[in-house]
């Protein structure tokens, strides 16, 4: 099967389901979205959620864990995947031996093996993952081979949309909501539907913010949520995001939820271009020319990526913050929190927001 980018995707519409497909069942003991993020980008499938209480004791027959001590450790929620290909094979060298080598980069009398299937690849993740968190980070799996069924539809159904605040965010399958302002974000690969921590708790922050004609910036954009939420509100946006995918997602959905974005680029905060181009419903969208820079300064810029990175881009930031503009950080693990806050001690940290084991922090910068 196709990889789920899009429910217009679906491989009925281009050629017939094989008669039947792998299901695996993955439920960590730990770090449940990272573990997600891994498996989404290491096979580039589209993922299920399911309690697992909700599983059946037919799902559960076979199962088998790694570095588990006991299955009362496993997490509450389980992670299902639907694919054609069986997720005990290896992948094709070129594919895995970059990815192999990153996971194991932190041990130097391991190998990296020339392939890896999605399992061996866990298992390597799993590793670092305790060895970073000096604890032990297991798993429980389980592949079954099923008939297939419109699988298509039974994950559309899995999507539900979320409220915060005023803002209905929703596939675009799900109905408005009256009295709500509409949020249209189908999931795709290009991180950002809002039911990631730390996404939601940048939309709270931004929810009760009066962004009328501020110049806003998003920062790895992902989807582009961010940035229309607070066009939503008012702002004049700008974004940018070293994915390419995820510049095509964004200015997609600004056009889908009928906003203007005033400029967007595909690199860092560096590689912003003099010149602009509108992208608004009825145009089309053109990636800018990213060969000339300027220094532009914005009322809020919002930056949801990751604590290592968020560290690295301190000085940018700060030089792109009008004096009295607000700095929202998030994807910040809670443990990495504390080395963040000691980077920016030099604006003033308004707000702290927590959700699972994510941490985002609002900060303003006094003149």
Not at 262 to 291: A, S
Request: hydrophobic residues 40%; negative net charge; charged residues 20%.
């Amino acid at each position: 099967m196709d990889s789920l980018v899009s429910p217009e995707n679906n491989p009925k519409n281009h050629i017939a389901l094989p008669q039947t497909y792998f299901e695996t069942i993955i439920i960590p003991s730990d770090c449940l979205e990272i573990f997600m993020d891994f498996i989404i980008h290491f096979t580039n499938l589209a993922l299920e959620e399911i309690p697992t209480n909700k599983l059946s004791q037919e799902q559960l027959q076979h199962i088998q864990t790694y570095n588990l001590q006991d299955s009362a450790t496993i997490a509450p929620t389980a992670i299902i995947l639907r694919s054609e290909q069986d997720p005990s094979i290896p992948k094709i060298p070129s594919l895995a031996k970059p990815l192999s080598q990153t996971l194991i980069q932190n041990d130097p009398h391991q190998n990296a093996p020339d392939s890896l299937s999605l399992i061996e690849a866990l298992k390597l993740f799993s590793h670092t993952l305790s060895n970073r968190n000096q604890k032990p980070i297991g798993f429980a799996y389980t592949t079954t081979t099923q008939y297939n069924c419109d699988w298509i539809a039974r994950y559309q159904a899995s999507i539900e949309p979320i409220t915060c605040g005023q803002f209905y965010i929703r596939p675009s399958w799900h109905t408005p909501q009256p009295h709500k302002t509409d949020i249209i974000i189908d999931p795709a690969l290009a991180f950002g539907s809002g039911h990631h921590a730390s996404t939601f708790m940048c939309i709270e922050f931004l929810k009760d913010m009066n962004l009328s004609n501020k110049l806003c910036l998003d920062v790895g954009c992902g989807s582009g949520i961010l940035g229309i939420i607070m066009a939503k509100q008012g702002g004049i946006v700008e974004s940018c995001d070293t994915d390419p995918l995820a510049i095509q997602e964004s200015c997609k959905n600004f056009i889908s939820n009928n906003v203007l974005l005033t400029n967007i680029w595909e690199g860092t905060l560096q590689d912003r271009p003099k010149t602009t181009q509108q992208v608004d419903q009825g145009q089309k969208v053109l990636l800018m020319d990213n060969t000339t820079q300027s220094i532009q300064q914005y009322d809020v810029i919002c930056a949801n990526i990751v604590a290592d990175v968020i560290v690295s881009l301190h000085d940018e930031l700060k030089k792109r913050l009008q004096p009295k503009g607000i700095l929202i950080l998030s994807g910040i693990l809670k443990e990495k929190a504390s080395q963040v806050k000691r980077m920016f001690n030099d604006l003033q940290l308004i707000a702290t927001k927590h959700k699972d084991e994510w941490v985002s922090l609002k900060f303003a910068l006094i003149a």
